[in-house]
């Protein structure tokens, strides 16, 4: 079953047009930046608001880099905190406010000036200097990121949004849009992904479980974990790397596309399902043909 899988997996990434799907895609709006700074700097805002309609959160990701101008590390390495005030006066999307988004370009301001970047501040706990390529080690590492991302906040208290905004692989969720900024960093460079740390291997990578990327993989029978957290996305993970060891998120975006674009609506279909890639693995379909 495993050869079986792959060759479906293999199908679905064939059929996804990355070019086409980037540009409904959060990292769509972080490709246009020139530099591995910029585009660092502004992956770590989209990847932080990609959450909810895909159309809703674009828009929110497009008023959230707008006032860093053309080069958001260069905008933040020079910035003073009373710069930052005045920039979001008005943001709000769903959990997130302008201060959560100060707390985060404060952050980031401060991590430009002391290590330089974000992948300095992400290594810097690394007891090595190879690329970090063990999934425990990177979570660790990931782990240290984010709590030193929120010791250099603007506000003494950590609110609610911003926690939210960045969480904290140790606390157990899932963490998906953490893990996404991690793999649009690692991956590629390609049509989607950026490869722009060379200090994370792809292989150390965990899915950002998304709900189509959950309810998808229930389908295919490689999630059996119930709650949908941080050990359920290891698991996930496990599974892909079973197809590719060196990179098991090669397949993450055209899966996870499958829900975006509607291909899949997550219930037994006779207009979707035939035209699916993975048709042929999938419990739902095959419980329809079976009944």
């Known amino acids: 079953m495993n050869d079986d899988l792959k060759v479906l997996l293999e199908e679905a990434l064939a059929q996804c047009s990355q070019d086409k799907r980037r540009e409904v895609d ?25 959450y909810g309609r895909v159309e809703l959160l674009r828009s929110a990701i497009t008023r959230a880099l707008a006032p860093l101008g053309d080069s958001p590390a260069a905008y933040l390495r020079a910035a003073t905190p009373g710069e930052l005030d005045s920039l979001w006066p008005d943001f709000t999307y769903r959990m ?17 000036s002391r290590e330089g970047s974000l992948q300095a501040l992400y290594v810097e706990g690394n007891d ?28 003494t208290e950590l609110h609610r949004g911003f926690r939210y905004l960045l969480p904290d692989p140790s606390d157990g969720s899932a963490c998906k849009r953490l893990h996404l900024y991690f793999r649009w960093m690692a991956r590629g460079p390609d049509a989607v ?4 740390w060379e200090q994370l291997a792809p292989s150390a990578l ?38 590719a060891p060196d990179d098991p998120l090669r397949y993450d975006f ?10 899949c609506i997550h219930r037994y279909s006779p207009r979707h399902c035939p035209q699916c890639p993975i048709e042929s693995a999938c419990t739902v379909a095959n419980s329809n043909r079976i009944s």
């Open 128 to 155: 090595g200097d190879s690329p970090i390529d063990d999934r425990h080690r990177h979570l660790r590492l990931a782990s240290g990121f984010v709590r030193q991302l929120r010791r250099r906040r603007q506000r």
């Open 26 to 50: 959060p990292v769509g709006l972080v490709h246009p930046y020139e530099t591995a700074a910029d585009r660092e700097v502004a992956a770590l805002f989209a990847s932080c608001l990609a």
């Open 193 to 196: 992904d950026l490869g722009i």
């Open 96 to 112: 997130t406010r302008g201060a959560d988004l100060r707390d985060l370009a404060t952050a980031i301001s401060a991590t430009l």
């Open 206 to 243: 965990v899915i950002p479980l998304d709900t189509h990327i959950e309810k998808l993989c229930r389908y295919l029978g490689m999630l059996k974990r119930k709650t949908p957290d941080a050990k359920a996305a290891l698991e996930v993970t496990r599974q892909l790397a079973v197809f």
């Open 254 to 263: 055209a899966l996870c596309h499958l829900g975006i674009s509607k291909r």
